[in-house]
T-cell receptor, first 115, second 110 residues
Framework: DTAVSQTPKYLVTQMGNDKSIKCEQNLGHDTMYWYKQDSKKFLKIMFSYNNKELIINETVPNRFSPKSPDKAHLNLHINSLELGDSAVYFC??????????????FGPGTRLLVL | KQEVTQIPAALSVPEGENLVLNCSFTDSAIYNLQWFRQDPGKGLTSLLLIQSSQREQTSGRLNASLDKSSGRSTLYIAASQPGDSATYLCASNAGNMLTFGGGTRLMVKP
């Protein structure tokens, strides 16, 4: 069974469109994340949610809005897509045990190409 | 702000060699450090996680060390195999937020 899954795997769209990427984890984890990996392969945190509550929001344009309907899901909605949004987006999750922070498990990534 | 650097950026070795990948971080106030493997076009696979109170972790042919005071971690791969070819990423964790290095692209030649 897939631990952290993302849909779609590939997304090709036009500039200006609005799109969503879905993420689900079946690990029973409390915390979920969105990361962006750019063309130079640098991975950067975008958002982190703990029990449906936003706890980390790095410098990300307002066009990006995460939505967590429940603990097992963290979706990423992107408005007015721009060329620079083209990247691979990774979802991840971890079990929050306070001071003993656990391994983050990553999804397979969503490759977004904005034309 | 935490910065994580990995050296070298790319490494090519013949099969069977032992090798060391380096990771340095600027802020030693971390909770743990994690090493990942990324295959081309794929997601990340966690290899080892070292808590801040630990010095090293081992899994099979992999050994990761952590020296918080000097802001360094190393990933040692023993008896490398072609299947080890991938990009290896280290990430420091300060409060659930992973800061990644740029990765080391490893190629192990048969």
């Amino acid at each position: 069974d897939t631990a952290v899954s993302q849909t779609p795997k590939y997304l090709v769209t036009q500039m200006g469109n609005d799109k969503s990427i879905k993420c689900e984890q079946n690990l029973g984890h409390d915390t979920m994340y969105w990361y962006k990996q750019d063309s130079k392969k640098f991975l950067k945190i975008m958002f982190s949610y703990n029990n449906k509550e936003l706890i980390i929001n790095e410098t990300v344009p307002n066009r990006f809005s995460p939505k967590s309907p429940d603990k097992a899901h963290l979706n990423l909605h992107i408005n007015s897509l721009e060329l620079g949004d083209s990247a691979v987006y990774f979802c991840a999750s971890s079990l929050d045990r306070g001071p003993l922070l656990e391994t983050q498990y990553f999804g397979p990534g969503t490759r977004l190409l904005v034309l | 702000k935490q910065e994580v650097t990995q050296i070298p950026a790319a490494l090519s070795v013949p099969e069977g060699e032992n090798l060391v990948l380096n990771c340095s971080f600027t802020d030693s106030a971390i909770y743990n450090l994690q090493w990942f493997r990324q295959d081309p076009g794929k997601g990340l696979t966690s290899l080892l996680l070292i808590q801040s109170s630990q010095r090293e972790q081992t899994s099979g042919r992999l050994n990761a060390s952590l020296d918080k005071s000097s802001g360094r971690s190393t990933l040692y791969i023993a008896a490398s195999q072609p299947g080890d070819s991938a990009t290896y990423l280290c990430a420091s964790n300060a409060g659930n937020m992973l800061t990644f290095g740029g990765g080391t692209r490893l190629m192990v030649k048969p």
